[in-house]
């Protein structure tokens, strides 16, 4: 009889015998708002490459979160814009697609800072997607005192019933103080479809290696120069090929990458005077790029002008947008 009342109290089954979930969520947020750092933060590795610049993350990365419980995979999607170019348009249909093929949605707002038409322009287009459910995380909260994170959920809360819809959760986090990270997951578990592991247990990013590789090249290139060069780097990575002759237990992979810019006049800017520019930006990728494949490589990099590759759909399509 104990049973039965227990049973019909909770229609939740025990965790031990709950069922395994398994899905897709994404990310979306102004940019710097805190979603590239969120990604790692639940990973626990470094997969999306960070920086303090909108609109470096271009490609989708995915970060796969392995819980015994559940898989959860997340789904970096660029940023939503007003496009200018045709990047930008194309990027948009890409985000407005990934929305509505993803489980949940995040969407990321920084306590720090008000809710400005940015987060409007976004949560307006969230709402036109109805049937995913869509979670308010509240980053940065090390940044302010728990007045101003009061007053931002509220006025979280208000922006979603204005715009028609229900928030599934609005959850503060600080990915940095790596606060609520775990709660994050806690609540993104449950929205997700029931199913297998869609990856094995190993897997981090099912980005290929030469995207990983060629956007951290970028990152490398922009630092510094983002002012001048704010987007019109692209980078690829034309071969990677172990080196021949070597023993065993010193390979060496040699790495051809070539950093595209609009116009010529941008050359001077990448190489630097007596090349001194492009030799950091090789010295550092290279670091970074042994650091995630795990052996030693020779980085070699070449500049090349791609005339206004940005509004080109022939040149968009080779440099993998």
Known sequence: MGAMSVRSQSSE??????????????????PNAGKSTLTNALVGQKVAITANQPQTTRHTVRGIVHRPDAQLILVDTPGLHKPRTLLGER??????????????????LPANEKLGPGDRFIAKE???????PKIAIVTKTDLVDSKTLAEQLIAIDLLGKELGFEWAEIVPVSAVGDT??????D?????LPEGPALYPEGDLTDEPEQVMIAELIREAALEGVRDELPHSIAVVVEEMLPREDRPADKPLLDIHAFVYIERPSQKG??????????KEVGIKSR???EALLGTPVFLDLHVKVAKDWQRDP??????GF
Request: net charge positive.
């Open 13 to 30: 089954p025990s965790a031990s015998s709950a069922p395994h979930r398994a899905g897709f969520a994404c990310f979306v947020g102004r």
């Open 91 to 108: 990027l948009n249909d890409v985000v407005r697609t990934t929305w509505a093929e993803v489980d949940v949605i995040g969407f990321c």
């Open 126 to 132: 969230l709402a036109s997607i109805k049937k995913t």
């Open 180 to 185: 609520q990270v775990g709660l994050l997951a």
């Open 187 to 191: 609540l993104i578990v449950p929205l």
């Open 269 to 278: 800017i990448i190489i630097g005077p007596k090349g001194k520019r492009l």
């Open 287 to 289: 670091k970074q790029i």
């Open 314 to 319: 022939r040149q968009l399509r080779k440099l």
